[in-house]
C-alpha cells in the first residue's frame, strides 16, 4: 500500500472498540496474507454475435445473466438495450466470473464490419490474465475475550488488492468476517489498494472467504488459549435473531446455533482422531444472500404439461428448484413442469445469477406465476360446473367442489378443457422481492501433514449448512460440496504466481494448481433447515457461503496435526515445511 493507490476506504462501526478491549482479559492480534486466485471455471468465455438488419444485435452467450450482458455490450456499442437481443447458452462454471463482459462487443463490431456472424472463445491462458480473478488481501485482525469465553471486542483491517483498475469486495468481506458472533464493540476498516496485477471480480461469497479465513484463525487460538471447545465457545458467542452485525442491521430469523448445534453432535466431530500428524479443525462462515428482480410466465398445455420460461441463467441446479416451487402450488409433478430459460426478448428484466438469490427471488416468481394459473383455472373448472370459482378448490391436484364430492376433475383433464372455457392459460409474475435471509455454514475437517514434505492429506471433510428450506436436496448437496472443494484448493494450492513486471507465470491449468477428484475424500453433508420467514417455502440461497469456512478450518487442523499456525495462503507443501523449520518442529506431534 502507498500514499496514492487506495482506491477505495469504507469503515464499519459497532459499539466502543477501546471500551470492549479493556474489558476483555485475553486479547489476540494477527496478520493474516492470501493470494490472487481464479474462480477456475472449466469453459473459458465464449460469444457469437450477429449484427442483423436494422442494427439489431444478437448476441449467444455464456454468462451469469443475459440482461446485463445485454445492457453493457449495447452501451459499449452505441446501441439502446432494446436493440440487442442475448440468447443465453448453458454455462460450464462462472462463479461470479461471468458478470461482465469481456468480447462481446468485440464480436459484435467485428461482425458489423464483416456482415456475418462472429464467434470468438478465449484462450485459457487469456481468461486467467484477462478477465477477473479474486484479490490477494492483508488482513489484521484483533480480537478481546473474557476468561469465561465472552468476546468483548473485535477490530480488523482488511486491505484488497483491486488489480490495475478500481474495485474489490473489500465492503462484502468486512460485512461477513464476525457476522457468526454476537459482539458489541466491532470496529472495521476495509480498504481497496491498486496493484500492477489483473483487475478482480467476485468469486463466490466475495470478499468473504480471506477475511472469515483470519477471524476463524484468531478465534481458534482463543480457544486454545482459554481451553475452551470451540463449538462451545462458537454457540456461547452466536449470533441470534435480534443480534446485530457489525453493519448495525439487526439478525433476522436465522440458523448460526442451529448449524453449530448440528456440527457439535455430528458424529465426525466426536469420533476420535488418533495418530501422529493428525489434526481436526472447524470454522464458520456467512453469507448474506441478494435477490433482485425477477420474472416468470407459465404456458398451460391442453395435456396438463406446463412451460416455464424465467429469466434466471442456471449455474447451479436454478431450473428444477423453480419448477419444484410452481409445481408444489398446483399438487402436479414438477416432472410435468418443463422449465426454460428465455432470451432478452421472450421474458421480463432480470438480474443476474448470484448473490445466492435464483432460488429465492425467481423461485418466488415461480410460485406466484403458479399462484395466477391456479387463478385462472378454479374459474375455468365453475365455469365448466356453472358454479362461483370460489366454491371450487385445488387439493393435491384435483379441482373440487366445496360441498358437492362428485364435481372434481385433475389438472391434467381441466387443462383439456381449456380451449373450450375460454382458451390458453398464461401465468406470469414480476416482482423484485426483499428478505432474501442469510446463511450460515460450517466445516469440519480432518488432515493429515507429512512434516518431511509438507503435503496434506485431507482424510474427511463435513460441511453442516442452513439451507432455510433445501427444495432440491441433493442440488443443496452439490453446491456444498463444491463449495468445500473450492475452499481446500483455496487454502492449500491455488495462487497467481507473478514476475516481477506483472505477468502471470502460471497461465495454465497444468500449473495453476486446482483440487480434483484425486486430492479429496467424498465430502460429507449435513442440511439444517431454519425457515427463511420471507419467502413463501422458507428458501435461503446456499450456493456461496459453504466455500466461506473450509480456508480457516484447513489452517486450524494443520494446527492441530503439526503445531504450527498458518497464517498465509495457500498452505502449500513448501510453506508447510518452511513453517516447521523456522519452528523446529521435524516430527510433527500426535492428537487424539
Known amino acids: 500500500q502507498f500514499d496514492d493507490n487506495v482506491d477505495g476506504h469504507n469503515q464499519l462501526e459497532l459499539g466502543d472498540i477501546e471500551r470492549g478491549l479493556e474489558a476483555a482479559d485475553v486479547v489476540v492480534e494477527r496478520e493474516f496474507h492470501t493470494k490472487t486466485v481464479h474462480q477456475g471455471y472449466i469453459e473459458p468465455h465464449s ?44 454455462i460450464g462454471g462462472g462463479f461470479g466470473g461471468k458478470t461482465k ?67 474489490t469486495s473489500v465492503g462484502a468481506g468486512a460485512q461477513c468476517m464476525f457476522a457468526p458472533y454476537d459482539i458489541e464493540n466491532i470496529l472495521i476498516d476495509g480498504f481497496s489498494v491498486l496493484s500492477n496485477k489483473p483487475k478482480t471480480a467476485a468469486y463466490r461469497a466475495p470478499g468473504s472467504p480471506p477475511a472469515s479465513f483470519a477471524a476463524e484463525s484468531v478465534v481458534d487460538e482463543i480457544c486454545e488459549k482459554l481451553q475452551i471447545d470451540p463449538f462451545e465457545f462458537r454457540i456461547m458467542n452466536a449470533a441470534k435473531e435480534g443480534s446485530r452485525r457489525a453493519t448495525g442491521v439487526a439478525n433476522p430469523r436465522i440458523g448460526c446455533i442451529e448449524t453449530e448445534e448440528a ?7 466426536s469420533t476420535p482422531l488418533k495418530g501422529l500428524n493428525r489434526g481436526r479443525g472447524v470454522a464458520t ?21 406446463v412451460n416455464l420460461i424465467i429469466g434466471s441463467v442456471d449455474i447451479g441446479g436454478s431450473r428444477p428448484a423453480a419448477a419444484q416451487q410452481f409445481a ?36 418466488w416468481a415461480s410460485y406466484e406465476a403458479a399462484q395466477d394459473v391456479k387463478r385462472q383455472m378454479l374459474e375455468r373448472a365453475a365455469l365448466l360446473w356453472e358454479v362461483d370459482a370460489d366454491q371450487v378448490e385445488l387439493l393435491d391436484g384435483v379441482f373440487r367442489h366445496r360441498s358437492d364430492p362428485d364435481l372434481r376433475i385433475s389438472f391434467q383433464e381441466l387443462a383439456a378443457n381449456l380451449a373450450g372455457t375460454g382458451g390458453p392459460v398464461v401465468g406470469r409474475a414480476n416482482l423484485n422481492p426483499s428478505g432474501a435471509g442469510p446463511a450460515f455454514s460450517t466445516t469440519v475437517v480432518d488432515v493429515e501433514v507429512d512434516p518431511e514434505t509438507g503435503k496434506v492429506t485431507i482424510l474427511r471433510c463435513t460441511m453442516i449448512q442452513d439451507a432455510g428450506k433445501a427444495v432440491h436436496p441433493s442440488y443443496v448437496e452439490g ?7 473450492q475452499g481446500i484448493g483455496w487454502a492449500l494450492n491455488e495462487e497467481y504466481a507473478m514476475a516481477d513486471d506483472g505477468a502471470m507465470l502460471n497461465s495454465t491449468f497444468l500449473d495453476y494448481r486446482m483440487p480434483t477428484a484425486l486430492d479429496l475424500p467424498m465430502i460429507d453433508t449435513v442440511i439444517v433447515e431454519v425457515a427463511n420467514p420471507h419467502h413463501p417455502y422458507g428458501v435461503r440461497g446456499v450456493a456461496e457461503v459453504p466455500i466461506v469456512p473450509p480456508l480457516a478450518a484447513m489452517a486450524n487442523a494443520i494446527y492441530d496435526a503439526v503445531g504450527v499456525r498458518m497464517t498465509d495462503l495457500p498452505m502449500s507443501p513448501a510453506a508447510i515445511v518452511k513453517a516447521l523449520s523456522e519452528k523446529g518442529v521435524t516430527n510433527g506431534h500426535g492428537t487424539g
Not at 59 to 86: C, M, N, Y
Not at 151 to 162: C, D, G, H, N, R
Open 47 to 90: 460469444a457469437t454475435a450477429w449484427w442483423g438488419a436494422n442494427d439489431r444485435v444478437t448476441l449467444w452467450t455464456s454468462s451469469q445473466g443475459h440482461f446485463q450482458i445485454r445492457d453493457s455490450t449495447a452501451e459499449h456499442i452505441g446501441l439502446p438495450p432494446s436493440s440487442v437481443k442475448s440468447v443465453p447458452m448453458e
Open 101 to 167: 463482459v469481456y468480447i462481446e462487443p468485440v464480436v459484435a463490431l467485428l461482425s458489423k464490419k464483416t456482415g456475418v456472424p462472429v464467434k470468438m472463445t478465449m484462450s485459457r491462458a487469456e481468461v486467467l490474465e484477462a478477465t477477473g480473478p479474486t484479490s490477494g488481501s492483508y488482513t489484521k485482525v484483533k480480537m478481546g475475550v473474557t476468561n469465561e469465553g465472552k468476546i468483548t471486542a473485535a477490530q480488523a483491517v482488511l486491505k484488497y488488492e483491486s488489480g490495475a483498475f478500481p474495485g
Open 263 to 269: 456440527a457439535r453432535a455430528h458424529e465426525h466431530y
Open 285 to 305: 462462515g456467512f453469507w448474506m444472500n441478494g435477490a433482485g428482480p425477477a420474472c416468470a410466465t407459465a404456458n398451460v398445455n391442453y395435456d396438463g404439461k
Open 328 to 363: 408444489e402450488v398446483l399438487g402436479i409433478s414438477a416432472e410435468d413442469v418443463n422449465p426454460q430459460i428465455g432470451d432478452t426478448d421472450s421474458i421480463g428484466y432480470t438480474s443476474m445469477t448470484g448473490g445466492s438469490g435464483v432460488a429465492f427471488k425467481t423461485g
Open 479 to 485: 453446491q456444498m460440496q463444491g463449495g468445500a472443494a
